[in-house]
């Protein structure tokens, strides 16, 4: 973590977020409601209520999919990112609300609990046009709840990282399962092309931006390094590596992010502890290496975080010949002080870091 990182605090930066996220919502819900009375006067409030708070849960689910890869193919959509887990609260809040007035509309009246009457009250799982489709809108939501309860730090402190990350990773579960929902649900009944156009879109989207950045990530895995002696794999050459900033290599199927700063040079864990966003995608800012994604920094020689903070991630021994960068692809255990690689002026240099 960094002293810049407020973790709970309300900066104006996320007042700003959330203020122009609730303004799109209120003015969706809106327009949803009043121009699906004028088209269909007979109606109920309930019904466009349902249809309303549905289409906005899943479509903000979509953008809250597409912001990853987004944000790891133009830095631009990096300020989308910072506040990510607000979207996913408000998507959960929204299909509760979607799903709490369904639950109202077909499930109260009965003598079952609402509950109960969900899961028994059509029993066609074999069948396709009639498939309870509802039950699969429930567990969706209930992933949701998951994610949006544990969505703070304090969370992912007491969870842990790879835990947490586990946890969150169901969001592509529960897409699945809304899909599903919608195309056998609505879908079988809904005579107007506009929910399976946007639907498909929708999906599409969601499904080609992860393949394009998965394919650019995987370019670093590609790329081949050549082991030299002692073990040592070459980089690039220095000057390659713009001051303060890093290049990501992949080394025994981890990323090393190689940082270049004042005269130096070391290699971290690309890895940040808190949700693994990409470090070498970072900056050094007050000469810590600063994560893009929320500001957590750590020291490039330790790759432990600036006290009070206890986080740490492995640092790689690293040394610089004849103006090329060598790195050792055995990784140090996290927080280990590993001297930095000095560049040379001239024809140099050949100045091993060593492990302390
Ligand atoms: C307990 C959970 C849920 C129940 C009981 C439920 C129930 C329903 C019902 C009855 C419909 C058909 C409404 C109609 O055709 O008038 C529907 C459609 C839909 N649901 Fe759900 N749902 C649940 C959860 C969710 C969640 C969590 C989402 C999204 C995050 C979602 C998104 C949608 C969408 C996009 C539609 C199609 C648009 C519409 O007709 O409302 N649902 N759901
Ligand atoms: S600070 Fe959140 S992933 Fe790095």
Known sequence: MSVQYGAISWNRQKKVYDLTLVSLLVLYLAVFVGVGAWRNPSATAETLLIRAFGTAAFLLLNVVLCIGPLA????????????????????FLLGLAHGGFALFQFHALGNANPLVSLFISNPRYGSVADFPFQALGFFALIILFLMAATSHDFWLRNLSAPTWKRLHMLVYVAYALLVAHVTLGALQTETNPVLAAALIVGVVTVLSLHVVAAFREGRVDRA????????????????????????????????????????????????????????????????????????????????????????KIPTFRVKIVKGSVFVHPHPNPPGTRVEPAKIGSAQVDVTEAQSR
Do not use: M
């Open 72 to 91: 790891r193919l133009d830095r631009r959509f990096l300020p989308l990112l910072y506040n990510r887990r607000h979207l996913g609260v408000t998507t």
């Open 224 to 311: 081949r390094h050549q082991a030299v002696e002692e073990g040592f794999v070459e980089v690039c050459k220095v000057d390659r590596i713009t001051e303060k900033c890093a290049t990501i290599i992949s080394l025994s199927g981890e990323r090393v992010a190689v940082f270049r700063y004042d005269g130096k040079v070391s290699a971290i864990s690309n890895a940040c502890q808190h949700q693994n966003g990409p470090l070498g995608e970072g900056r050094i800012i007050d000469g810590c290496v600063t994560c893009p994604w929320h500001g957590y920094q750590y020291q490039p020689e330790s790759g432990a975080a600036p006290p009070p903070f206890k986080e």
